[in-house]
């Protein structure tokens, strides 16, 4: 009887955790159980120092856009629920390691004591844990502390008896005094059942792990869509506001250029970034927004109460993030549609001494926006709709607020507490070292150079290019546009959706052949020239111009 080795114990360790992952990844999308690989993913990045976590997102994002793994937000989502599930699996890899190494080398008399140990010091703390950070679960939160342990429980156990089995401990295989005496084939023989074994492991823990996954992925997200507007009285069914209707610009004389973004972002398309793997799921009827604090009426608001109380007010909006990279894709334009925040603190009657509000969300994400901004600001709005319909679970449902001019980390989505406050704190980034203001800055980005749609004019060729310029609630006055090391050329600019909304601008350019570098730059609203120097986006935004490098031969 030799005793299984360590990197065996690894071995068995993948071949149980891959299962334990699907069964887990499974219960989630069936019975709406906690996937715990998810919450201890997000319970490390809210736990974690705000510069390692900071470095962490950096590489990520680095990684994404070297390897142009396409739209950012969503491929950052997807590596972080890759990392989150490879973070589980190597803690079962390890785990079983260092189970089979105490197998090997303490005597135990019980046969599944250790496993269960084993499953139990990985199993606690992720119960604890997801018990304190899920927002996506809907499963009693009992139920689902119970199942994550008895999930573990039983994974340990399980390693505990392949140890074993693999051991050739059982009974019958027992060697007989008289095989004993033919040592070379037994051991033969037992590599052979060894092998054997686990050979029937990977089986079974592939069919399980395919299976989970599969039909897991079956039974995936959409219905939960679903079942959040039914669940608000809203109609899923209906159809986005701008499938019926022109953008308020759509007459504007300055058509941008082929090749230039959708000056309209639809919902689907817009960029996500929160601190979720997966976004909190929020029951609408069992929702309140709640006023606390230097209040004199502690309201509880429905939905439907901020809906049908107070004049719904319907603005064009930019949104950015403050991490988005020069040019990046985390900006997009919606139309949004709320209660002014303001009208609804006249009906909360704030105290004297309140100077702030602190906004807390369904995921533990909060921030503190002034008195000052809000009431000296009817823009600034307690949102409920996108696009005409209700939020969708990931940007916010069923509450989100709207602060003009501030990049999205002063705005959260999920609300469910506005706390009114007597002094300044910081709010979620503010405190892992962002900028405490984090107004947006001015922005402008070449999105085409459209060398495929030339314009004829006379005796010259002229290339369209063309893209946006943002700085928040400023507006832009002036865009220019730069070929090589040639003269700054004035951009036309088309008229906006609103004065919060990015401007499109666009540059008929005299054609010449080569390869050439075009740079743009803006002009705020006030002729504030947009800043050149380059910074990265931490702590207070990117900037410097955006320049683009593009081959233009002959046309015809
Ligand atoms: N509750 C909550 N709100 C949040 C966040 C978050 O992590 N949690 N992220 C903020 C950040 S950093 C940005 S850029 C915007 C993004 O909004 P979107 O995902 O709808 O584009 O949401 C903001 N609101
Ligand atoms: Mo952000």
């Not at 219960?27 to 715990?36: E, H, I, K, N, R």
């Not at 793994?69 to 260092?98: H, M, N, P, R």
């Not at 309209?264 to 799921?281: A, C, G, K, L, Q």
């Amino acid at each position: 009887m030799t005793k299984p080795s360590i990197l065996r114990g690894a071995l068995v360790g993948a071949l149980l955790t891959a299962p334990l992952i699907a069964i887990f990844f499974l219960a989630s999308q069936l019975a709406g159980l906690p996937f715990v690989p998810f919450d201890v993913f997000d319970w490390i990045g809210r736990t974690l120092p705000g510069p390692i976590i900071t470095f962490g997102i950096d590489a990520i994002v680095s990684v994404i856009t070297a390897l142009q793994l396409g739209e950012l937000s969503s491929a950052a989502k997807a590596a972080e629920q890759f990392l989150a599930v490879a973070g589980l699996f190597v803690t079962g890899i390890v785990a079983a390691a260092v189970l089979f190494w105490a197998l090997r080398e303490l005597e135990f008399k019980s046969r599944y004591l250790p496993g269960l140990i084993v499953g139990a010091i990985v199993g606690v703390p992720v119960a604890i844990i997801s018990n304190a950070i899920n927002q996506s679960a809907s499963a009693d939160p009992n139920v689902s502390v119970t199942w994550i342990l008895i999930a573990f429980l039983a994974w340990g156990a399980a390693l505990s008896w392949a140890y074993h089995e693999l051991k050739g401990e059982a009974p019958q295989a027992e060697p007989a005094p008289a095989e004993a005496s033919q040592p070379q084939q037994l051991v033969a023989v037992q590599q052979i059942d060894r092998r054997q074994f686990i050979v029937r492991l990977g089986g079974a823990s592939a069919a399980i792990t395919v299976v989970g996954a599969g039909l897991g992925a079956l039974f995936g997200p959409q219905e939960t869509q679903t079942e959040v507007a039914l669940d608000t009285g809203g109609d899923a069914a209906a159809a986005p506001w701008s499938a019926n209707n022109a953008l308020p610009n759509a007459n504007a004389a300055v058509q941008p250029a082929p090749g230039t973004r959708p000056e309209f972002t639809p919902v689907e398309r817009h960029y996500r970034i929160d601190i979720n793997t997966m976004p909190p799921v929020v029951d609408g009827d069992e929702w309140r927004l709640r006023f606390s604090g230097l209040v004199d009426n502690a309201l509880e608001l429905t939905l439907d109460d901020l809906r049908n109380n107070y004049e719904p007010i319907h603005q064009f909006v930019t949104l950015a993030c403050i991490s988005n990279r020069i040019a990046g894709d985390l900006i997009g334009t919606q139309r949004w549609t709320g209660a002014s925040l303001k009208r609804v603190l006249e009906d909360v009657g704030l105290q004297a001494d309140a100077t702030h509000l602190k906004i807390t969300a369904a995921d533990g994400f909060d921030e503190v926006v002034s008195l000052e901004t809000v009431n000296n600001d009817d823009r600034v709005m307690l949102t409920y709709d996108w696009d005409g319909l209700l939020l969708t679970g990931p940007h916010g449902f069923p509450l989100r607020i709207y602060i003009p001019n501030y990049y999205g980390m002063k705005q959260p989505k999920w609300i469910t507490n506005i706390e009114a406050i007597s002094q300044w704190e910081e709010g979620y980034w503010v405190r892992r070292g962002w900028d405490r203001d984090a107004l947006m800055r001015a922005t402008s980005v070449i999105d085409t150079v459209a060398v495929d749609d030339p314009i004829l004019s006379g005796n010259t060729t002229l290339i369209p290019i063309g893209g946006i310029a943002h700085a928040g609630d400023r507006g832009i006055s002036k865009v220019e546009v730069q070929v090589d090391d040639g003269e700054w050329m004035e951009a036309m600019l088309r008229e906006p959706m609103s004065d919060t909304t990015w401007v499109i601008w666009r540059y008929d350019w005299p054609f010449q052949e080569g390869e050439h570098t075009f740079t743009v730059r803006a002009y705020e609203g006030d002729d504030t020239p947009q800043i050149e120097e380059v910074a990265g986006v931490r702590p207070s935004g990117a900037t410097g111009y955006h320049s683009l490098r593009e081959t233009v031969e002959a046309v015809s």
